[in-house]
């Protein structure tokens, strides 16, 4: 047998573009070679510089709205790859982020620094047994719901299958589930972190608490690198579900609709449906390719329970005028319901087929607090009708149920509202860029009098001075405080990073903010 080093091939590859290398105007800038070669040297992953064969596609997010140039990208495949790269960037002072599955609706996984991508970081391991879940912070949803389901179990996710654990987790984590069990943040029994300086921890409900707390909606980038999450799972797999839609076209069929979210928010949101049911509702323009699509109001939601428990537990809410009974979903496995709630009929947002994929793409979320009248919900129907593109949506991810616990739970505090609704544009061509941000801009006014100031910090929109206000509230000064406990260096930075500060006047209940790090192993 011919032994073959991976890791040898790889280094010998790198050097030989490094060596052939010739720095021109306008190449972005690279980390200085000799650290390139020496980390390139250590490491099992790959390293990529800018002039790189790759660099150009390897540099991009989901979002290709987004466009930013590394001085260095690291493929991590293993932890030691991890503490590599946080030497060399400690050596230069350059600022790190991490990324997983490159889904940042601000694009805030690659920036003008140094990239980790732990996206090979991303094994399962399933223990009915007790209950719970070891997950890597590179796995999809979709591959992770793949092994959920094969053992007969279930815990809340996101409705994507490419969004990864690493960013989704750190920022809250809302699925269709989400009323039945909790945010997917809530799941999180334990967590393993490297820090900045090289060194893992452990933090759970007794050890390093303020950082168990705080990696729960604190937002990814910012205590250190997610190596692992350890869930708890559900003894279940199968829910029921349902599509119920309202035209809102024409006059009446906005008058209808806005009639319906008034009734549904005061009686089946944030009290008034049963826990066992999640839904979504998205505003959307559908319609076959090629017809002239109609502006819908559609209630997609998932039922923990029999068809016909959820039958009449829908009733009310078909008997509201205009609402139309699309499909019901007998018990089946989540991934497949999932995906049959989000692409049928028709797939939410519809793009043209001449449209690039992935869009470029604009969120905005805002979250509601107070009851809005049917005459506040038609200012709303009528300005999304007006969207310059079709392909324009609104959803709104309904609260209410297990969602809502104590607010410090942990630093995911959006616990007492009835949704949070993001608008989200997309556009194919640069000239249409400014109108559809012009347009989002419009709904963010049109909004305004009914937000509650509070926007979820997983669709974060990359212009935000107040994110710390509308990401966290009163609980902002405390995430600084553990910020600059666990990442003194302020290592991790981004435009929207916590910024560290040792002063702190309130502890808001948080525990273990006194106490040392506790750096021993523990799983
Ligand atoms: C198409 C699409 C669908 C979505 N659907 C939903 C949904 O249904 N529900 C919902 O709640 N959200 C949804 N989101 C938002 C999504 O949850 C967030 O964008 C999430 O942060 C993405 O995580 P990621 O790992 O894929 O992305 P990344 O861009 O890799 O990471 C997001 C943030 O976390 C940081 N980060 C990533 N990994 C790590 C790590 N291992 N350690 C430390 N920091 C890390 C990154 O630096 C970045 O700041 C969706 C987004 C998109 C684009």
């Not at 018990?331 to 692409?343: D, I, K, R, V």
């Not at 061509?429 to 305004?448: H, V």
Request: proline letters at 7%; hydrophobic letters at 35%; a negative charge.
């Amino acid at each position: 047998m011919i032994w073959y080093d991976e890791t040898a091939a790889r280094r010998e590859e790198r050097f030989s573009i490094w060596d052939k290398r010739v720095e021109q105007d306008g190449t972005p800038q690279a980390i200085p070679q000799k650290y390139a070669r020496e980390l390139q040297s250590k490491i099992a992953g790959k390293v990529v510089l800018p002039g790189d064969p790759d660099y150009n596609t390897d540099r991009m997010v989901f979002n290709p709205r987004f466009s930013a140039y590394p001085q260095a990208i690291v493929y991590c495949v293993s932890p030691a790859d991890v503490a590599e790269c946080l030497n060399v960037s400690r050596a230069l002072d350059l600022p790190v982020v991490v990324r997983s599955g490159g889904h940042s609706t601000a694009g805030f996984s690659s920036q003008s620094g140094f990239l980790i991508d732990v996206s090979e970081l991303n094994d399962v391991g399933i223990y009915p047994e007790s209950e719970c879940a070891w997950v890597g912070p590179g796995t999809t949803f979709g591959k992770f719901n793949k092994h959920l389901q094969a053992y007969g179990y279930h815990t809340p996710g996101g409705a994507c299958p490419t969004v990864c654990v690493g960013g989704y987790m750190q920022g809250g984590g809302y699925g269709f589930t989400a009323r039945i069990f909790g945010m997917n943040c809530d799941q999180v029994e334990a967590v393993r972190v490297m820090l900045s300086d090289g060194r893992i921890v452990y933090a759970d409900s007794e050890w390093n608490t303020d950082l168990y707390w705080a990696v729960r909606g604190g937002t990814g980038s910012n205590f250190g690198v997610l190596l692992a999450v350890k869930y708890k799972i559900y003894p279940l797999n199968s829910f029921a579900g349902f599509s119920i839609c309202w035209s809102m076209a024409g006059a009446e069929g906005e008058t209808q609709t806005a009639n319906a979210l008034a009734w549904l928010q005061a009686n089946f949101m944030r009290t008034g449906a049963p826990d066992q049911l999640g839904y979504q509702m998205i505003w959307a323009y559908q319609g076959a390719e090629g017809t002239a699509k109609v502006p819908m109001l559609l209630m997609r939601g998932m039922y923990n329970g029999s068809t016909e428990d959820m039958r009449s537990v829908i009733q009310p809410v078909l008997d509201q005028p205009g609402a139309v009974l699309q499909t019901v979903y007998d018990p089946m496995p989540y991934e497949a319901l999932n995906e049959a709630l989000l692409s049928k009929p028709y797939e939410i947002p519809e793009f043209p087929k001449n449209f690039p994929f992935p869009p470029r793409e604009a969120k905005l979320s805002r979250y509601l607090d107070q009851l809005l009248t049917a005459d506040d919900w038609l200012k709303l129907v009528q300005y999304y009708v007006s969207t310059p593109n079709q392909t324009a949506i609104a959803a709104m991810e309904i609260y209410g149920g297990a969602i809502a616990t104590p607010e410090r739970t942990n630093a995911f505090i959006h616990r007492d509202v009835y949704c949070d609704i993001f608008f989200d544009v997309f556009w194919a061509t640069e000239a249409d860029k400014d109108q559809m941000l012009a347009f989002s801009q419009g709904w963010a006014d049109t909004i305004a009098p009914y937000w509650s100031g509070r926007v979820y910090q997983n669709y974060p929109s990359p212009d935000n001075p107040d994110f710390g206000e509308n990401y966290w509230g009163s609980y902002y000064p405390v995430l600084r405080f553990i910020k600059s406990k666990y990442d003194p260096l302020n290592l991790f930075r981004y435009p929207q990073s916590i910024a560290p500060t040792d002063r702190l006047d309130e502890d808001m209940g948080i525990y273990g903010l006194d106490k040392p790090i506790q750096h021993a192993h523990r799983s």
